[in-house]
């Protein structure tokens, strides 16, 4: 790949070779255990999902003995603060201090892009939950594996599913006003609209707000809504949105639908479909090895960021084992990262695309009351799915990416 | 007497990253470095002018965007400079224009308003700063030859910044400007009285202190070679004051030390224990209940008693 290249001859011509010669790479024993660094929050308020990360991971290594392809595993978890500084700080103390052999998250886009370059330089492999659609488009790092989606991953297939199967016309669309929303609900609109439907109106409240009826009041006039909400948001706006006694149905992201989330929801949750790349129901062996061992360890059952960071960690072993353990050719490495085809995972089969994204089934869930419980009950499942839907990747990635304002509301 | 730790100090920052194991904590080292000139920065203002500013990291972050943006637009290193330490000044003084319409509480809040308006321009307007996914570049400068693409070669760089800063602080504090804006503080009145153009010390205090930060802020900008909307949030903004209030406001080396404690904290000590966050708020707690004028002037004051403590026994 000519990008490669271009990357090897800027690390000679910037000084970056510095940078990559004083990593602690010198001679490493086979007996020495490979390191992996965790980058996740466990402060502030994206922390709920970044401890899931954590007990995804642990969770994996337990099942495997700390052992992976023969070589005893050691986790280094770093704490970002959910801050792109801190995440800048902490990937140098797991690359330079700690000597990883890879890194595991970080949680949020805009960390991710944040060390992005210095990782390249590194040459660190990364394997993360971010959703940031350029890092595998049109701003590529080579060594980034990304086993979960972008975040139009999630939502292609749920806007083909609102269209076809639900034959749905007209739709609202509620996100979160950062990257992650605006990406998501672009790429909704462009299939849905092919499809034939219509977006009648975008809502953007702030990232942290208390009070969703503002927005919900501007409903009208549509089939139904669709929610791209993370963290704890989707929790907030569906209780509000049910307060309000509105009574469209709701179509969720993978976030809004997240089985983590399930205990905490009501009644306000149920009938609502979302789309998400794990479901609670898949019935692969690791997938119930995953549940039981959430359940016994942590209470809880595993929802996105923890079956992520399992996922994350039968890749990781799955490449291993190609190379024999070994670590300390990155290029080889990420390429066997990369050759990573799996079938037993709590997501069931996937491969990766030249660029490092996933292509993997997707699922649509309907939210259900069972007894006591919520539960998410697949109803369709989008196998071979990638980041580009069935676009022309060529076109795919001629247009601009996807953001607030683009693709445009058709007036 | 004093000369000697002075001394010591300086040859101890100097060979830093000779001593230091690994480039990690060189690193972190740069960071402090970097806090420390904007810390210092805040402090003109928190300190010596009596004016306690929560929209600081709106200069800090508006250096770092004009200099992200004139790298992307192809700019040389120097040209980017003078590009974003123009800028500062500009905003500073659009700031220090309206900010100083208040004193006391107006003005802390006028310059929480200020610094949001800065964060919401950053965070919103996406053509230009790229909303939350902020803007990367590509490549530190090589001033004089060398090469701050390494650890030790941004540490070096940074070093001299900061002790051009800490001396620039030096003379101001030790000058009639100085004298006359403590004057400002303590007695804004009296100094009119005596003719003094109390707003326009302020003024012109303002512009030093948004110039330093704007130069801590092309520094972050260079080490992280990235920029986003947190790095302008009042969080940031808070954190300095933080550092400069721990250290000893009205200080030279109360921000240094303030920003040696947040950036340890922060990055250091966050990997060894989980709840840092906790344990950085309660050493602030003891700060303000055992020393509340600060660390520095603290630690000074309790040195003070133990000699006399001694000299009595």
């Given at each position: 790949?000519?990008?490669?290249?271009?990357?090897?001859?800027?690390?000679?011509?910037?000084?970056?070779?510095?940078?990559a010669?004083?990593?602690?790479?010198?001679?490493?024993?086979?007996?020495?255990?490979?390191?992996?660094?965790?980058?996740?929050?466990?402060?502030?308020?994206?922390?709920?999902?970044?401890i899931?990360?954590?007990?995804?991971?642990?969770?994996?290594?337990?099942?495997?003995?700390?052992?992976?392809?023969?070589?005893?595993?050691?986790?280094?978890?770093g704490?970002t603060?959910?801050?792109?500084a801190?995440t800048?700080?902490?990937?140098?103390?797991?690359?330079?201090?700690?000597?990883v052999?890879?890194?595991?998250?970080?949680?949020?886009?805009?960390?991710?892009?944040?060390?992005?370059?210095?990782?390249?330089?590194?040459?660190?492999?990364?394997?993360?939950?971010?959703?940031?659609?350029?890092?595998?488009?049109?701003?590529?790092?080579?060594?980034?594996?990304?086993?979960?989606?972008?975040?139009?991953?999630?939502?292609?297939?749920?806007a083909?599913?609102?269209?076809?199967?639900?034959?749905?016309?007209?739709?609202?669309?509620?996100?979160?006003?950062?990257?992650?929303?605006?990406?998501?609900?672009?790429?909704?609109?462009?299939?849905?609209?092919?499809?034939?439907?219509?977006?009648?109106?975008?809502?953007?409240?702030?990232?942290?707000?208390?009070?969703?009826?503002?927005?919900?009041?501007?409903?009208?006039?549509a089939?139904?809504?669709?929610?791209?909400?993370?963290?704890?948001?989707?929790?907030?706006?569906?209780?509000?949105?049910?307060?309000?006694?509105?009574?469209?149905p709701?179509?969720?992201?993978?976030?809004?639908g997240?089985?983590?989330?399930?205990?905490?929801?009501?009644d306000?949750?149920?009938?609502?479909?979302?789309?998400?790349?794990?479901?609670?129901?898949?019935?692969?062996?690791?997938?119930?090895?995953?549940?039981?061992?959430?359940?016994?360890?942590?209470?809880?059952?595993?929802?996105l960021?923890?079956?992520?960071?399992?996922?994350?960690?039968?890749?990781?072993e799955?490449?291993?084992?190609?190379?024999?353990?070994?670590?300390?050719?990155?290029?080889?490495f990420?390429?066997?990262?990369?050759?990573?085809?799996?079938?037993?995972?709590?997501?069931?089969?996937?491969?990766?695309?030249?660029?490092?994204?996933?292509?993997?089934?997707?699922y649509?869930?309907?939210?259900?009351?069972?007894?006591d419980?919520?539960?998410?009950?697949?109803?369709k499942?989008y196998?071979?799915?990638s980041?580009?839907?069935?676009?022309?990747?060529?076109?795919?990635?001629?247009?601009?990416?996807?953001?607030?304002?683009?693709?445009?509301?058709?007036? | 007497m004093?000369?000697?730790?002075?001394?010591?100090?300086?040859?101890?920052?100097?060979?830093?990253?000779?001593?230091?194991?690994?480039?990690?904590?060189?690193?972190?080292?740069?960071?402090?470095?970097?806090?420390?000139?904007?810390?210092?920065?805040?402090?003109?203002?928190?300190?010596?002018?009596?004016?306690?500013?929560?929209?600081?990291?709106?200069?800090?972050?508006?250096?770092?965007?004009?200099?992200?943006?004139?790298?992307?637009?192809?700019?040389?290193?120097?040209?980017?400079?003078?590009?974003?330490?123009?800028?500062?000044?500009?905003?500073?003084?659009?700031?220090?224009?309206?900010?100083?319409r208040?004193?006391?509480l107006?003005?802390?809040?006028?310059?929480?308003?200020?610094?949001?308006?800065?964060?919401?321009?950053?965070?919103?307007?996406?053509?230009?700063?790229?909303g939350?996914?902020?803007?990367?570049?590509?490549?530190?400068?090589?001033?004089?030859?060398?090469?701050?693409?390494?650890p030790?070669?941004?540490?070096?760089a940074?070093?001299?910044?900061?002790?051009?800063?800490?001396?620039?602080?030096?003379?101001?504090?030790?000058?009639?400007?100085?004298?006359?804006?403590q004057g400002?503080?303590?007695?804004?009145?009296?100094?009119?009285?005596?003719?003094?153009h109390?707003?326009?010390?302020?003024?012109?205090?303002?512009?030093?202190s948004g110039?330093?930060?704007?130069?801590a802020?092309?520094?972050?900008?260079?080490?992280?070679?990235?920029?986003?909307?947190?790095?302008?949030?009042?969080?940031?903004?808070?954190?300095?004051?933080?550092?400069?209030i721990?250290?000893?406001?009205a200080?030279?080396?109360g921000p240094?030390?303030?920003a040696?404690?947040?950036?340890?904290?922060?990055?250091?000590?966050?990997a060894?224990?989980?709840?840092?966050n906790?344990?950085?708020?309660?050493?602030?707690?003891?700060?303000?209940?055992?020393?509340?004028?600060?660390?520095v002037p603290?630690?000074?004051?309790?040195?003070?008693?133990?000699?006399?403590?001694?000299?009595?026994?």
């Amino acid at each position: 790949m000519a990008l490669s290249v271009d990357r090897r001859r800027f690390l000679v011509g910037a000084g970056g070779l510095t940078l990559a010669t004083t990593l602690p790479r010198a001679a490493r024993a086979q007996s020495r255990p490979v390191k992996i660094g965790l980058l996740t929050v466990k402060t502030g308020p994206l922390a709920s999902g970044g401890i899931q990360m954590e007990q995804g991971t642990i969770r994996f290594l337990k099942d495997r003995n700390y052992t992976l392809a023969g070589r005893k595993v050691e986790l280094i978890v770093g704490d970002t603060g959910g801050n792109p500084a801190g995440t800048k700080t902490k990937i140098q103390e797991l690359v330079e201090r700690d000597g990883v052999d890879m890194i595991f998250g970080p949680l949020a886009a805009f960390e991710l892009l944040a060390i992005s370059d210095y990782a390249a330089q590194a040459k660190m492999p990364i394997l993360s939950l971010a959703a940031a659609e350029d890092m595998t488009q049109r701003k590529p790092n080579a060594y980034f594996v990304r086993a979960s989606g972008t975040s139009a991953q999630y939502m292609h297939p749920l806007a083909d599913y609102a269209a076809k199967e639900m034959k749905l016309k007209r739709l609202i669309t509620i996100a979160d006003d950062f990257a992650f929303g605006h990406e998501q609900m672009a790429g909704f609109q462009r299939v849905f609209e092919d499809a034939g439907g219509r977006i009648v109106k975008k809502l953007w409240p702030p990232l942290v707000t208390p009070d969703y009826t503002p927005y919900i009041a501007q409903i009208s006039g549509a089939d139904a809504v669709v929610q791209g909400f993370a963290g704890s948001n989707p929790l907030k706006f569906m209780k509000q949105y049910q307060d309000t006694g509105l009574k469209l149905p709701v179509l969720g992201n993978g976030t809004a639908g997240d089985e983590a989330l399930l205990k905490s929801y009501g009644d306000e949750a149920v009938g609502m479909i979302s789309c998400s790349a794990y479901t609670g129901d898949l019935d692969t062996p690791s997938n119930k090895k995953l549940i039981d061992g959430m359940v016994k360890d942590y209470g809880n059952i595993p929802g996105l960021y923890s079956a992520g960071l399992y996922i994350n960690g039968q890749v990781a072993e799955a490449a291993l084992e190609k190379t024999g353990g070994k670590t300390d050719d990155r290029e080889a490495f990420i390429r066997a990262l990369r050759a990573v085809s799996l079938t037993d995972t709590p997501r069931g089969p996937f491969t990766f695309d030249r660029l490092g994204n996933v292509v993997g089934t997707f699922y649509i869930r309907r939210t259900e009351r069972k007894g006591d419980k919520l539960v998410n009950t697949t109803i369709k499942s989008y196998p071979k799915v990638s980041q580009f839907w069935t676009y022309d990747e060529k076109w795919f990635l001629a247009q601009p990416v996807y953001s607030r304002d683009y693709p445009p509301l058709k007036s | 007497m004093t000369r000697f730790p002075l001394a010591l100090a300086f040859v101890a920052l100097a060979t830093l990253p000779l001593w230091m194991p690994g480039t990690y904590y060189v690193n972190i080292a740069s960071q402090i470095l970097f806090y420390a000139i904007f810390a210092l920065g805040v402090n003109v203002l928190a300190g010596y002018a009596g004016l306690v500013s929560l929209g600081h990291a709106g200069l800090f972050g508006i250096a770092a965007y004009a200099g992200a943006k004139a790298i992307t637009a192809g700019y040389g290193h120097s040209v980017v400079a003078v590009i974003a330490l123009a800028t500062t000044l500009v905003t500073a003084a659009v700031f220090a224009a309206l900010a100083l319409r208040g004193t006391g509480l107006g003005f802390v809040m006028i310059t929480v308003a200020l610094g949001q308006i800065v964060w919401g321009v950053a965070y919103r307007w996406i053509s230009i700063t790229n909303g939350d996914n902020g803007i990367t570049i590509t490549g530190r400068p090589f001033p004089f030859g060398l090469s701050l693409a390494s650890p030790r070669g941004f540490y070096w760089a940074t070093l001299v910044v900061f002790l051009l800063a800490l001396a620039s602080m030096a003379v101001f504090v030790a000058s009639p400007f100085g004298a006359s804006l403590q004057g400002t503080r303590d007695q804004p009145r009296r100094m009119n009285a005596l003719g003094y153009h109390v707003w326009m010390i302020r003024f012109l205090a303002f512009l030093f202190s948004g110039f330093w930060s704007g130069v801590a802020g092309l520094l972050y900008l260079y080490y992280n070679q990235f920029v986003s909307p947190q790095m302008v949030a009042l969080t940031a903004s808070a954190e300095a004051l933080l550092m400069v209030i721990s250290g000893g406001t009205a200080t030279l080396l109360g921000p240094i030390v303030g920003a040696v404690l947040v950036v340890v904290m922060k990055n250091v000590a966050s990997a060894y224990i989980e709840r840092w966050n906790f344990v950085l708020g309660a050493i602030f707690v003891v700060i303000v209940v055992f020393m509340p004028d600060g660390l520095v002037p603290g630690t000074v004051r309790v040195a003070r008693w133990a000699r006399s403590a001694l000299g009595r026994a």
